[in-house]
């Protein structure tokens, strides 16, 4: 199997908001790595700061939240004590991210053509003329139909799954070397999401992009991704290659999340759900974040917090089932 280096690595990063109510640790001690060429999954419920994440990469968070702790190492740079200027530089060029909805994140004012286009001018040394042409191009590579006539289309003259085209060829016209999408398939139709993931896997291998994908979607994590992170309450559960976390989950919470999806084959007389809610984080359970709601959970559980196991080929897991020193007494 090919080696490759991590393109980026998170190292303990802490993401908390300071409200009024209190702080909130949206992200708190997370670890991950997105290796050069591969595209990883980021996963669990809403709420579970799949999204700061994001948004902590990009230096994107906005007030009253901020990076208290960690690194994000992009190329071994840290991105984390770079200035606003810095990152300008960094962002739509080497780093791009699509977000959950295109209709608010194109400016309704400005037609297509121009949004992309200025992307390029900001970050390419090109004439205008260059720019259209090549916002032509990358229309065509993403599928739109009539590019050139598209290229003066408003954001409203546009369905959804065509916004959401633009969106990914305006991530991907800068080349970068890492995309984040945050939720990409959310507002589409199946037919549609299918049509979007096999673009975004033809981009990732032609350009060999690295992909962080953050989705609740399992589906498309099994459809997509080389190795999948499940995050719940702040902080990574379990971490493992794609294949080996569907066919062998470890940590409860990936087993009900599994469990949930919808069974076609009519053998399920019942959809599993997992009991409870995701917990204020204001109000943290003591010990493990997800024992409340666990099916497997032990004394210990609720008064200490797990540590992440390694069990082995790089499958790893929170919870005290694979604490050799708990399990073993």
Do not use: W
């Not at 991105?79 to 780093?95: F, P, Q, T, W, Y």
């Not at 350009?207 to 994908?213: A, D, E, P, R, V």
């Not at 469990?259 to 759900?273: E, F, V």
């Amino acid at each position: 199997m090919e080696q490759h280096t991590d393109l980026l690595e998170i190292r303990g990063l802490k993401t908390h908001f300071f409200t009024k109510q209190g702080e909130v640790p949206a992200v708190d001690g997370v670890d991950i790595a997105i290796p050069q060429k591969s595209i990883v999954g980021l996963v669990g419920e809403s709420g579970c700061g799949k999204s700061v994440t994001a948004m902590s990469i990009m230096h994107l968070v906005q007030h009253p939240g901020r990076i208290v702790a960690g690194q994000v190492l992009f190329n071994g740079d840290d991105l984390a004590v770079k200035s606003i200027r810095e990152m300008n530089k960094i962002r739509g060029k080497d780093i791009s991210m699509i977000f959950q909805e295109p209709m608010t994140s194109l400016n309704p004012v400005y037609t297509i053509g121009r949004q992309v286009s200025e992307a390029i001018l900001l970050h390419q040394n090109v004439s205008k003329a260059e720019a259209k042409e090549r916002t032509i191009e990358i229309f065509r590579k993403v599928g739109i139909p009539e590019p050139e006539k598209r290229y003066s289309s408003y954001p409203h003259q546009l369905s959804g799954g065509l916004r959401q085209r633009v969106m990914i060829g305006m991530a991907m016209v800068c080349n970068p070397q890492l995309m984040i999408a945050d939720e990409p398939t959310t507002a589409l139709d199946v037919t549609i999401e299918a049509q979007i993931l096999h673009l975004m896997r033809q981009l990732q291998s032609e350009q060999g992009t690295s992909i962080l994908m953050i989705t609740h979607n399992l589906g498309v994590v099994a459809e997509l991704c080389d190795e999948v992170y499940v995050m719940y309450a702040g902080k990574v559960m379990e971490h493992a290659d794609v294949n080996e976390l569907f066919a062998h989950p470890q940590h409860p919470y990936t087993f009900g999340l599994l469990n949930s999806i919808p069974d076609t084959s009519g053998t399920k007389s019942r959809l599993y759900t997992i009991r409870g809610m995701v917990p204020n984080l204001l109000k943290l359970p003591k010990g493990c974040r997800f024992c409340p709601r666990c099916e497997k959970a032990m004394k210990i559980c609720t008064m200490q917090e797990p540590e992440l196991q390694d069990l082995g080929n790089g499958h790893q897991a929170r919870c005290f089932l694979f604490d050799k020193e708990v399990m073993g007494k």
